[in-house]
Structure formats: structure tokens, C-alpha cells
């Protein structure tokens, strides 16, 4: 769901895997454009990825592997590594070190919000989501003009109550 003035080249898309869907939306917000490609997942699992990160297949794998065993989770997720190339070399850095063992697993949904809220750290927004409770999620969703803040809070309380999440202690993105 491209949101960028220009769309993507055609020489470049042609590159794409036919199980891959670009969308050129420039006028349409965040949310919108999140509500606009809702209407075309039709996977188990969904994941929301920024144009600027990069998703490593080995971890998504994992995350999947460990719903498809624990159904009582609505996300699965892993860490984030920063990387910048500055003066030819590549630096690496931890990010969202705050995602050490967070892990949201009360029984209850009110449990599990009321842990979440109080500990409060976007950890389940870029995971590996069930879609169903995604899509749904991704309904509630509106334009604010504090940015996506709402929306993140929005969907963290969300996941919260659909159910459990599991940080994996391996990389999934890099940002």
C-alpha cells in the first residue's frame, strides 16, 4: 500500500512474486491505505511491514510456527536490529531493547490489557498477527492529528484482548 507521491516502476514491480499485490494509493492516510489492502488478505497469517524495514524469512517462519502451536496467541513476534551504512561500514544495533522476555500471556483479556497498559510498549504492532483478529483491528483504526500514536496504542490494547503475544528472542526485523 504505497502512499509515496510517484508509483513504483514498472520494470521494478515486474520483479515481484505473483503472491505479492502492489497498490499505488498516494491520496489516501495510513489507516486508510491499511483498510484498503485489509479487503485483499486472505492468509492465516498477516504481518504489517514499513516501507523502511526489511522482514527476516527464518524468524517469520518461527513466528508462524509457534501459533500454529499455541492458538491461545494472537501475535508472535521478534526483535528489532537497527543497521545504518556510514563511512563503508554497516552498523548494527539493538533496537527496542525494551522487548527482552515482554511477553503478554494472562489468562484473561482484562489481565492481559490491564499488564500491557501498565507496562506499556508497542511490542505486538509489527509481529506476526492471526489475520482475522488483525483485520478486525485494523476497523477501529482512524486518522488522528498526534500521528499513528492512537492507532498504535489502538492496536496493542486490541491484540491485548484477542489474546496472548510472544516475542521470540531472535531478530525479525531490521529497520
Not at 115 to 135: A, E, G, M, P, Q
Request: glycine residues 4%.
Amino acid at each position: 500500500a504505497d502512499g509515496s507521491p510517484y508509483p513504483i516502476c514498472s520494470s521494478e514491480l515486474s520483479l515481484l512474486k505473483s503472491n505479492v499485490q502492489y497498490h499505488h494509493l498516494p491520496n489516501l492516510s495510513y489507516e486508510l491505505r491499511l483498510k484498503h489492502i485489509a479487503e485483499y488478505v486472505n492468509t492465516e497469517f498477516s504481518v504489517i511491514c514499513c516501507d523502511d524495514d526489511f522482514l527476516l524469512p527464518s524468524t517469520l517462519v518461527a513466528a508462524t510456527q509457534f501459533l500454529y502451536q499455541n492458538t491461545d496467541y494472537t501475535s508472535c513476534g521478534g526483535r528489532c536490529i537497527g543497521f545504518n551504512y556510514v563511512n563503508r561500514f554497516l552498523i548494527l544495533s539493538a533496537e527496542q531493547k525494551s522487548h527482552v522476555n515482554y511477553n503478554i500471556i494472562q489468562d484473561s483479556p482484562i489481565e492481559r490489557i490491564f499488564y500491557h497498559i501498565s507496562n506499556f510498549n508497542t511490542s505486538t504492532y509489527y509481529s506476526v498477527h492471526r489475520s482475522k483478529n488483525l483485520l478486525n483491528t485494523i476497523q477501529f483504526l482512524r486518522s488522528y492529528k498526534n500521528g499513528g500514536y492512537t492507532n498504535e496504542l489502538k492496536v496493542e490494547l486490541l491484540n491485548a484482548a484477542n489474546g496472548k503475544s510472544f516475542i521470540l528472542q531472535e531478530p525479525l526485523w531490521l529497520r
